[in-house]
């Protein structure tokens, strides 16, 4: 599951999550709204140690880590939790590249 942030036309911000299955090789947008910010607030503040890793969130709380992305959602759905928040933790530390 992958999202970023947008605002919409009267300004007011949203995230716009997107799953891909298991079983297709089409990436498709959620319809639902979501409230993600709990997650996105853990991601800010604990980027650092948990940066080139893959998290499985719920709310603030980490159900799982690790470097495979379909492993650490297998692992936070093993645990109970149906529909676990997935994300990469991108290292900051790193410039953009943009080509030369």
């Known amino acids: 599951m992958r999202f970023r942030r947008e605002r919409l036309p009267n300004g007011s911000p949203q995230i716009v999550v997107f ?3 298991d079983h297709e ?3 498709r947008q959620l ?3 979501l409230d993600l ?3 996105l607030r853990w991601l800010e503040q ?3 140690e948990y940066a080139g890793l893959w998290v499985a969130l719920s709310g603030e709380q980490i159900l799982s880590s690790g470097r495979n992305g379909s492993a650490v959602y297998k692992s936070a759905r ?3 939790f149906e529909k676990p928040f997935v994300a990469y933790v991108e290292e900051t530390d ?3 590249f943009a080509g030369w």
């Open 37 to 39: 910010s709990a997650e």
């Open 46 to 48: 604990n980027r650092n």
């Open 94 to 96: 790193e410039l953009p």
């Open 78 to 80: 093993d645990s109970g």
């Open 31 to 33: 319809t639902q709204s």
């Open 19 to 21: 799953a891909v299955s």
């Open 25 to 27: 090789s089409d990436v």
